[in-house]
C-alpha cells in the first residue's frame, strides 16, 4: 500500500506565496515522476509542474517564472514554491506520484487527498 501527503495550503492575497510539500510512503521501490496537479472552481484539472527521478521539469505556461518544483528522492517528496500568486491560482492543489511498489510491479499512479490553495484579490 502507497500513501500521498500533501501539506502547506492556505489562504494568501494576492502576490504572496505558499510552499506546498508532498510526501509519498509505503511499499515504494522507486519514484519515476512526481507532480503538482490542480484543480479550480469551475475548470478542469490541469497539470501544474512535475519532475522526474533524473531531475527533468515540466511547467504549465501559466506558472512559468513564478513556479518553482523540486524533490527530494530520499525522502520521497516534492515540493511546490508558488510566488507571485494570483486569484487565478485558487484551487485544490494534488500531489501524483508515479512508481513501482517493487522491482518488477507494475508502473502505478498514486494520488495525494489534495490541498485547498485560495488567493484573495
Known amino acids: 500500500q502507497v500513501h500521498v501527503v500533501e501539506s502547506g495550503g492556505g489562504l494568501v492575497q494576492s502576490g504572496g506565496s505558499l510552499r506546498l510539500s508532498c510526501t509519498a510512503s509505503?511499499?515504494?521501490?522507486?519514484?519515476?515522476?512526481m507532480g503538482w496537479y490542480r484543480h479550480g472552481p469551475g475548470s478542469q484539472r490541469e497539470k501544474v509542474a512535475d519532475?522526474?527521478?533524473?531531475?527533468?521539469?515540466n511547467y504549465a505556461d501559466s506558472v512559468k517564472g513564478r513556479f518553482t518544483i523540486s524533490r527530494d528522492n530520499d525522502k520521497n517528496a516534492v515540493y511546490l514554491q508558488m510566488d507571485s500568486l494570483k486569484p487565478e491560482d485558487t484551487a485544490v492543489y494534488y500531489c501524483?506520484?508515479?512508481?513501482?511498489?517493487?522491482?518488477?510491479?507494475?508502473?502505478?499512479?498514486?494520488w495525494g487527498q489534495g490541498t485547498q490553495v485560495t488567493v484573495s484579490s
Open positions: 519532475i522526474t527521478m533524473r531531475g527533468d521539469i
Open positions: 509505503g511499499n515504494i521501490f522507486a519514484i519515476n515522476v
Open positions: 501524483k506520484a508515479d512508481l513501482w511498489q517493487y522491482r518488477y510491479s507494475d508502473y502505478e499512479h498514486y
